[in-house]
C-alpha cells in the first residue's frame, strides 16, 4: 500500500468518525436537557453550550465508538454471507437461498440481542447482572418509564435501524464489487483479485472504493440508531452536591454542567408551589461554592428497566438489596 492509500484507509476508519465526536456529544446532551429535563428548546441549546468540551467529547465516543465498529463489522459479515452464496465466476444471482436466508435471520438476531444489551450496558454505565437484566423501583409506571430504560421502545427500535443499517451496507457493498470487477474485466481484459476476505477487505475496500457505499450506510444508521437511543434513554449526568463541609454537603440534587470562568454551573431541580417538579439552570460562583461532591450511580441502581419475561424484580442472583425506594 501506497502511502495515499494508508491515509485513505485511515481517514475512513479513524478520522471520520473522530470529526463526529463532539457533534455528537453536544447533540447527545441537547437532547438529554430538552427531553429529560425538559427544558425549552433555546434553554437547551445554552445548557449544552455550557457543558465541558473535554466532557462532551466523551460523551460523544462513549456513545458513537461501539455502534461504529460494530456497523463495520455487520456489514463485513453480511456481505461475506452474500458472497459465499453468490456464483464465483460471474458474481450473478445468490444461490441456496434458503440456507442464506437462515444465517443472515441468525446474524441479524445476534446483531439485535447484542445492541440491546450494550444499550444497556451504556445507561448503566458498568457491565454488571444488574444493568443486563435491570431493577423495578416502588414507584409509579409513568416515573419508571422516565428513570428507566426500557426494551420497548427504547432499546428496540434503535437496535432495528442498525441491524437494517448493517445489512443494506453488506448488501451495498457486494454489489459495488460486483460492479468493480466488470469495470476491471471491461478495461484490463481479467478479472481481478477477489480480495474479498479478512483484512485486505477494510484496505482494499475502501482504496479499490468498492467499501465506500456499505461504508456510509453503516456509519448512518449506527449514528441515527445512536442518538435515536440518547433521546428515548434517561439522563446520564452526574449528580453533584455543593455545601460549606464536605463531609456534610447541601442535599440538593444536581446534575454537573460545568466549571468554567469561576462559576460553577449546573442544573438545578425545584418544586414549585403546587409541588410539580421542574429544573433550571443555576449559576454559582466559587466563593459561594466551598466543596463539590460528584455521587457516583449505585451499583444496584442501574437505571434499566426488568426484561419482560422477567418475574423476580428483586435479583436475588444478583446479589442484589430488596428494590430502592420511590424518588421524591
Known amino acids: 500500500m501506497s502511502f495515499t492509500d494508508i491515509a485513505q484507509t485511515l481517514a475512513a476508519y479513524l478520522a471520520i468518525p473522530a470529526v463526529l465526536l463532539y457533534p455528537v456529544g453536544l447533540f447527545a446532551l441537547f437532547t438529554q436537557y430538552y427531553g429529560y429535563f425538559s427544558f425549552e428548546f433555546y434553554t437547551a441549546w445554552y445548557a449544552a453550550s455550557l457543558a465541558n468540551r473535554m466532557m462532551t467529547i466523551g460523551v460523544g465516543a462513549t456513545i458513537l465508538i461501539v455502534p461504529l465498529i460494530g456497523s463495520v463489522a455487520l456489514t463485513w459479515l453480511v456481505s461475506q454471507l452474500l458472497c459465499s452464496h453468490s456464483d464465483r465466476e460471474g458474481w450473478g444471482s445468490l444461490g441456496r437461498w434458503h440456507g442464506l436466508a437462515v444465517k443472515l435471520a441468525l446474524v441479524s438476531t445476534l446483531a439485535f440481542v447484542m445492541y440491546v444489551l450494550w444499550s444497556r450496558v451504556l445507561i448503566a454505565g458498568r457491565v454488571s447482572c444488574s444493568a443486563i437484566f435491570g431493577r423495578r423501583y416502588l414507584e409509579s409506571p409513568v416515573e419508571a418509564m422516565r428513570h428507566q430504560l426500557n426494551l420497548y421502545p427504547d432499546s428496540f427500535w434503535p437496535s432495528v435501524i442498525f441491524v437494517f443499517g448493517g445489512l443494506l451496507g453488506g448488501s451495498l457493498t457486494l454489489v459495488a464489487y460486483r460492479k468493480y470487477r466488470v469495470h476491471v474485466y471491461q478495461n484490463e481484459g481479467v478479472y481481478p483479485e477477489i480480495g474479498y476476505s479478512g483484512i485486505r477487505f477494510f484496505s482494499n475496500g475502501i482504496t479499490q472504493g468498492w467499501l465506500l457505499s456499505g461504508l456510509v450506510v453503516a456509519y448512518c444508521t449506527g449514528i441515527v440508531a445512536s442518538l435515536l437511543l440518547v433521546a428515548l434513554m434517561p439522563a446520564f449526568m452526574l449528580y453533584m452536591t455543593y455545601g460549606d463541609k464536605l463531609d456534610d454537603p447541601v442535599n440538593h440534587e444536581n446534575r454537573f454542567l460545568s466549571h468554567t470562568e469561576g462559576r460553577w454551573y449546573i442544573i438545578h431541580r425545584y418544586r414549585n408551589k403546587e409541588g410539580d417538579r421542574w429544573y433550571g439552570l443555576l449559576a454559582l460562583s466559587e466563593e459561594y461554592v466551598s ?26 442472583w444478583c446479589g442484589a438489596p430488596p428494590p430502592p425506594p420511590s424518588p421524591n
Request: charged content about 25%.
Open 291 to 316: 466543596n463539590t461532591r460528584v455521587v457516583p450511580l449505585s451499583k444496584f441502581n442501574p437505571r434499566t428497566a426488568p426484561l419482560p419475561w422477567l418475574e423476580d424484580a428483586d435479583q436475588t
